[in-house]
């Protein structure tokens, strides 16, 4: 992909400035508040509909992400953080590109738990391939654009040797973290309480 233009750059370093994490006010039901606020959820079904109402999209309901997370809630979650860090910080990300590439980011279709399910080809591994195996499941069953391949396939950046090339792309990759540390720490407790499709 291309070079980072100046104003990447500059929505880059100001997402990268962000400070004042205080554990001692750290709220947990972060991600509960989120789902239940309509503004995200609104911004979730008209900028990614296509999406969460496929029937592959759907059937990441059946694997298990984090705890008992499922890979769609994990997805769910990533988009709708995601969402909430681009309007926080005001990164002026493409909203639309930001959401799809979030709620696609690990459309990698298999339970990466089972050794012997179909896809899982690095088991030991999946941190590493897994990007690169959603991204192909991704541009078979969409049309994505350049900063959603991105997305996609750098989000799980350090692990990616490349970094993310765009402000979506690294929105993702700390939405990512962010929700992935609550669900694996158990202070989100998983199953989405709204119907986004």
């Not at 400070?19 to 991600?31: A, H, K, M, N, V």
């Not at 999406?51 to 705890?67: A, P």
């Not at 012997?116 to 941190?127: S, V």
Request: net charge positive; with cysteine; proline share 4%.
């Amino acid at each position: 992909m291309h070079r980072l233009n100046k104003e990447d750059r500059e929505a880059v370093r100001k997402l990268l400035r962000v400070s004042g994490y205080d554990p001692d006010t750290f709220d947990p039901e972060i991600l509960n508040k989120m789902e239940s606020n309509e503004e995200y959820r609104e911004i979730l079904r008209r900028n990614g509909a296509d999406i969460i109402g496929s029937e592959k999209f759907i059937r990441l309901k059946n694997f298990i992400q984090h705890g008992n997370v499922t890979v769609y809630e994990h997805s769910i979650h990533v988009a709708l953080c995601a969402v909430k860090l681009n309007k926080k910080l005001g990164t002026g990300a493409r909203v639309r590109e930001l959401v799809r590439g979030a709620l696609l980011h690990d459309y990698f279709l298999y339970d990466w738990h089972d050794k012997e399910a179909p896809g899982n080809i690095h088991p030991k591994l999946h941190g590493f391939y897994h990007p690169g195996i959603a991204l192909k499941n991704a541009t078979r069953d969409f049309t994505l654009s350049e900063r959603e391949k991105d997305i996609i396939s750098k989000h799980m950046w350090p692990l990616t040797l490349n970094p993310p090339r765009c402000r979506e792309a690294w929105l993702v990759c700390l939405a990512d973290k962010y929700a992935s540390t609550l669900e694996t720490l158990r202070l989100k407790k998983g199953k989405i309480r709204v119907n986004y499709a």
